[in-house]
Nanobody, 119 residues
Framework: QVRLVESGGGLVQAGDSLRLSCAAS????????MSWYRQAPGKERELVAT?????????ADSVKGRFTISRDNVKHTLYLYLQMNSLTPADTAVYYC???????????WGQGTPVTVSS
């Protein structure tokens, strides 16, 4: 079993920055690629950015040049980060950490961390 716990969300003003973190513990051997998703009020959940084990990244057009995804392994805990710069009200959403695993036949999700950007 894998546990994903997000942190770092909050209320900021337009133009500010935030760094989200996701700590993965448990059977982290199950984890390969990891992603950040977000879900704005009244909208479907959307993919924000993905990072593979070798560090290759991909991000949605709406966040390219502003958001950076990264990952690190510290003392048996795998960390996923999302550095968000130049935030706009359109970035307001609950942000979720995701780790699908074909190895362990599971799709792991965190509980989400809310980000609110005021104009």
């Amino acid at each position: 079993q894998v546990r994903l716990v997000e942190s770092g969300g909050g209320l900021v003003q337009a133009g500010d920055s935030l760094r989200l973190s996701c700590a993965a513990s448990g059977d982290t051997i199950c984890i390969s690629a990891m992603s950040w998703y977000r879900q704005a009020p009244g909208k479907e959940r959307e993919l924000v950015a993905t990072i593979t084990p070798d560090g290759s990244t991909n991000s949605a057009d709406s966040v390219k040049g502003r958001f950076t995804i990264s990952r690190d392994n510290v003392k048996h805990t795998l960390y996923l980060y999302l550095q968000m710069n130049s935030l706009t009200p359109a970035d307001t959403a609950v942000y979720y950490c995701n780790a699908p695993s074909s190895l362990c036949e599971a799709d792991y999700w965190g509980q989400g961390t809310p980000v609110t950007v005021s104009s």
